[in-house]
């Protein structure tokens, strides 16, 4: 019997026989038997893989017997590969294609905002909301960091360069510019005092973003803060 069977279908559901695929470009892997993946939010603005009406992704199905707990997902130009077990049922290999299309959708969104990017969106926060700091608001380097678990972001005053945790790379862009924006204050005042407060409260979604945050921090049990 052969380990692998392979299907192609659309998102209409349909299904045909297809040769084997072998460049991959990005790959996902979930356990499928445990809580199930959370949805990610549309964070970037762009239409995703299943959002995008004009060009939607061919989807290529294989199943395997030697695979028992595992769903993987990859890119192969304008074709989805979704691997999963044999035993899957007709409904269970719905579920997680449409699961690990949310998931490979958002990765590829967070991807897409680079270090460049970010750094580029801090500069015109700067100019926008506090255009008479022109030496002091603007950072030498602004970057995504893994390594940052006790605060969205942090700034050195010294070097002017910020940090952002890479947590924030899902969230919505309203909640990014309120982070950059609070460490582009610091640079002009270091501590979090009045005048610091003052800064930020400039940016009009200021508290609507830090009640964003506290409740992700408390519903993630992560304990991080904007302070």
Request: proline share 7%.
């Amino acid at each position: 019997m052969n380990a692998k069977c392979r299907g192609l279908w659309n998102l209409s559901g349909e299904t045909t026989s297809t040769n084997p695929l072998r460049t991959r470009d990005t790959e996902l892997t979930l356990a499928p038997h445990g809580p199930a993946p959370a949805s990610v939010p549309n964070v970037g603005g762009t239409p995703g893989l299943r959002m995008n009406a004009q060009r939607k992704p061919v989807i290529e199905v294989r199943r395997s017997q030697r695979r028992r707990r595992t769903v993987s997902a990859y890119r192969d130009g304008e074709r989805v590969v979704v691997l999963i077990p044999a035993q899957f049922s007709r409904a269970e290999e719905r579920e997680w294609v449409d699961r690990m299309l949310e998931r490979l959708d958002a990765r590829e969104q967070r991807s897409r905002r680079s270090d460049a990017a970010l750094h580029a969106r801090a500069s015109r926060l700067a100019a926008r909301y506090l255009p008479e700091y022109p030496g002091a608001a603007h950072p030498a380097s602004v970057r995504w960091v893994t390594n940052q678990n006790g605060r969205w972001g942090s700034c050195t005053p010294v070097d002017k360069t910020i940090r952002i945790s890479h947590r924030v790379q899902e969230m919505p862009d309203w909640v990014i510019d309120y982070v950059l924006l609070h460490e582009l204050a610091h640079l002009v005042v270091p501590s979090h005092s009045a005048e610091f407060w003052a800064l930020v409260a400039r940016y009009p979604k200021t508290e609507r973003a830090r009640g964003y945050l506290e409740g992700v921090s408390a519903a993630a049990c992560l304990g991080m803060s904007d302070e």
